[in-house]
């Protein structure tokens, strides 16, 4: 058996593994309940991160086309973006499926794997990573240009009604106060 028909073979287990992996860099109570939520509307986070990791997964037997893969590591990464993940915090998922492989090839005793389909699976998990740490930088960029417009638009706004407010103070000083007699000019 090939690893690649080994992978295929184990995917669910893999994907249960991997996903709860990825659970664990949550917090206790919120990933209690992404792993317990399977509703896609209750739980879009949960439910985005499982429908991408299987469709990572079915790439990486496929030999991974990162044209392919991308847009499913992008909506990993545009929620764990938003998170409060570092830049390697957020990518480490992907690191973490070479042991969950590693791990499910230990317990199969009828496979015997050659260090060049290790080393070939391991540089795709590497490139999985290196694209994930672009995507994910392209994501927070993205985040700190929009902070960065509205700050933008908030201080424009408080300007705006600054300047306003002087203008009337302006008209206030250039008329003359109630009760004053302007007749002695």
Not at 151 to 180: C, H, I, K, W
Request: proline share 3%.
């Amino acid at each position: 058996m090939t690893l690649e028909t080994f992978l295929s073979e184990k995917k669910p287990a893999l994907i249960e593994k991997w996903f709860n992996l990825i659970l664990a860099t949550y917090p206790a109570d919120t990933s209690s309940f992404l792993k317990n939520q399977k509703d896609r509307f209750t739980n879009p986070v949960g439910h985005t991160i499982y429908q991408g990791i299987e469709k990572i997964l079915d790439e990486l037997v496929q030999g991974v086309d990162l044209d392919r893969v991308s847009p499913f590591l992008d909506n990993i990464l545009r929620v764990r973006a938003v998170q409060d993940f570092t830049a390697s915090q957020a990518v480490a998922f992907i690191f973490s499926l070479k042991n969950v492989v590693r791990e499910e090839i230990k317990g199969e005793k009828n496979l015997t794997v050659s260090c060049d389909e290790l080393h070939k699976l391991d540089s795709h998990i590497d490139a999985l990573a290196l694209a994930s740490f672009d995507i994910f930088m392209k994501c927070r960029e993205k985040l700190y240009d929009i902070r960065a417009n509205e700050l933008r638009n908030m201080t424009f706004r408080l300007v705006q009604r600054a300047n306003a407010l002087g203008g009337e103070r302006d008209a206030e000083s250039e008329s003359p106060p109630e009760g004053s007699n302007n007749d002695n000019a």
